[in-house]
């Protein structure tokens, strides 16, 4: 029925205006007003193959800039995955002799800024192959099937463009592939279903014995949003985890970055590298980048230490800012960053690099630690101590106040998280409990039984402290730094008397 849809149209639409005439009505203001209808779809239609035309042509226009996998820090494991699954690509011979049937697509699964995009340019350049790249959003339009023709124009354009360039594969880069490859819900089918169903169809449309053959790259930061039509083998053959990079592949990603750039004789990058865990790649870049603006800024010639160490904080939390804030305010923001301070020098001693009260970003003041050992698994005694030190300003506030203040929100944010690992890990009360059957009563119950036992700890510890917060404040307020050695002084002289 949907297919003569048209053609009934087309029939229908002279009876209807005959009987309007038949019965005296007046049909001119349906005729133009049909005619305008008429007008908007079809504008509409044309707008929309013109968007696909014009996005073709930038595809075609781009060109790849060479980029090899050694150019790509801070991935090995994922380099490793990848590059094994492209030998199938390129070592066609071999595998076809032991009846290997040729991978499909591969999805690269994992945070923003962690280089699938620059993975996905890289297999292109190691397996000789045209090169294609599209966002997931690019297919994503309210007019019924322009996605699912964008698909297909996007196939019939690798194939064209292969062969043209007399090449024998191409590889299609789909960026956010959650957009048009989420989990249907069985229910009315939706514009990116019919963009989705084409996809698979053209995955399938795959041969290992055509030419050129065809190879999906997707991207997304979502794998668990995927539909599993998607997943399954036979289309994504190969899932591979491309994560944040650990200490070694941070240093390697610095270095990659600091070649083009005057470093200074003496700078320390290993050191920058342990200050930056949990940091992607794009991040890492950024740092480097902020750091020739300071440079610059100070008319210096070279990149010293102290300007990596100023962007891994704009990076991390933003650009200085010119808040203006009262005396009453200063005090109190002094005094909630010394109680993260002192907690965070009771948990971990020697953790602490720098108290400082200026404005950056959406912090009126923060702590700035000494870099710790990469860690990836946590006991509850260690997560307890990183929940204390983030209630540890709000306990300041109320020693000295009586109560606390908004500034104590993104801690409190930060210390739910913290007891939401603890429930999913099994390392409260509950037991081991599947997290998803909690109530919101559960998990507000929880979290009160956590973090008031542990705020009164934190009260404990600070008072028992006192003295520190009187004998920095004054320092603090006047200098609007205090480093952790000076810090560290202070509170050692405390804990002798």
């Given at each position: 029925m949907m297919k003569y849809s048209?053609?009934?149209?087309?029939?229908?639409?002279?009876?209807?205006?005959?009987?309007?005439?038949?019965?005296?009505?007046?049909v001119v203001p349906i005729l133009l007003l049909g005619l305008l209808g008429f007008t908007v779809v079809y504008a509409a239609r044309g707008r929309g193959k013109l968007t696909a035309l014009s996005s073709q042509k930038r595809r075609s226009e781009e060109k790849l800039i060479p980029l090899t996998f050694e150019e790509i820090g801070g991935q090995e494991r994922a380099k490793q995955e990848l590059v094994e699954a492209l030998d199938f690509l390129v070592h066609q011979e071999k595998i076809a002799k032991l009846g290997i049937r040729p991978l499909k697509g591969i999805l690269l699964s994992g945070p923003p800024g962690t280089g699938k995009t620059l993975l996905a340019k890289a297999a292109?350049?190691?397996?000789?192959?045209?090169?294609?790249?599209?966002?997931?959003?690019?297919?994503?339009?309210?007019?019924?099937?322009?996605?699912?023709?964008?698909?297909?124009?996007?196939?019939?354009?690798?194939?064209?463009?292969?062969?043209?360039?007399?090449?024998?594969?191409?590889?299609?880069?789909?960026?956010?592939?959650?957009?048009?490859?989420?989990?249907?819900?069985?229910?009315?089918?939706?514009?990116?279903?019919?963009?989705?169903?084409?996809?698979?169809?053209?995955?399938?449309?795959?041969?290992?014995?055509?030419?050129?053959?065809?190879?999906l790259i997707a991207a997304t930061n979502r794998k668990e949003m995927l539909d599993s039509a998607l997943l399954r083998p036979g289309r994504f053959d190969r899932h591979i985890g491309v994560e944040l990079p650990d200490k070694k592949g941070r240093l390697h990603i610095l270095n990659i970055h600091a070649k083009n750039k005057p470093i200074r004789t003496g700078v320390n990058l290993e050191r920058i590298a342990s200050e930056s865990f949990g940091f992607s790649g794009a991040q890492l870049e950024s740092v480097m980048n902020e750091a020739a603006i300071y440079a610059m800024r100070e008319n210096s010639e070279t990149i010293a230490e102290q300007h990596l160490s100023m962007a891994i904080d704009k990076v991390m939390?933003?650009?200085?800012?010119?808040?203006?804030?009262?005396k009453e305010e200063r005090e109190r923001i002094a005094l909630h960053e010394l109680g993260h301070a002192i907690m965070a020098e009771l948990m971990r001693p020697g953790s602490?690099?720098?108290?400082?009260?200026?404005?950056?970003?959406?912090?009126?003041?923060?702590?700035?630690?000494?870099?710790?050992?990469d860690q990836y698994l946590y006991t509850k005694q260690f997560l307890n101590g990183q929940i204390m030190i983030a209630l540890g300003g709000a306990a300041a506030e109320e020693m000295f106040y009586g109560d606390r203040s908004t500034g104590s929100r993104g801690d409190f944010e930060q210390s739910m998280n913290i007891v939401k690992t603890l429930v999913e890990s099994g390392l409260t009360e509950l037991g081991i409990i599947d997290s998803s059957m909690m109530t919101k009563e559960g998990w507000a119950s929880i979290n009160r039984s956590i973090l008031d036992e542990l705020m009164l700890q934190t009260k404990g510890l600070l008072e028992t402290n006192r003295e520190v917060f009187i004998k920095s404040l004054q320092t603090l307020l006047r200098e609007e730094t205090l480093s952790g050695d000076e810090f560290r002084k202070l509170f050692s002289s405390n804990t002798a008397a």
């Open positions: 048209k053609e009934i149209a087309i029939g229908i639409l002279p009876v209807l205006i005959a009987f309007f005439i038949y019965v005296g009505q007046n292109a350049q190691y397996t000789d192959s045209i090169y294609l790249a599209a966002s997931g959003s690019e297919f994503v339009e309210m007019y019924v099937g322009v996605g699912a023709g964008r698909i297909r124009d996007l196939f019939k354009e690798a194939r064209t463009k292969a062969n043209k360039a007399k090449k024998s594969s191409a590889v299609i880069f789909i960026d956010e592939i959650e957009v048009i490859g989420g989990k249907r819900d069985g229910g009315q089918q939706r514009e990116y279903d019919q963009t989705l169903n084409q996809l698979l169809t053209e995955m399938d449309g795959i041969y290992a014995n055509e030419s050129p053959r065809i190879l939390m933003g650009e200085k800012t010119d808040r203006e804030t009262s602490v690099s720098q108290v400082a009260l200026s404005p950056r970003g959406q912090a009126l003041g923060y702590v700035r630690h000494n870099p710790q050992q």
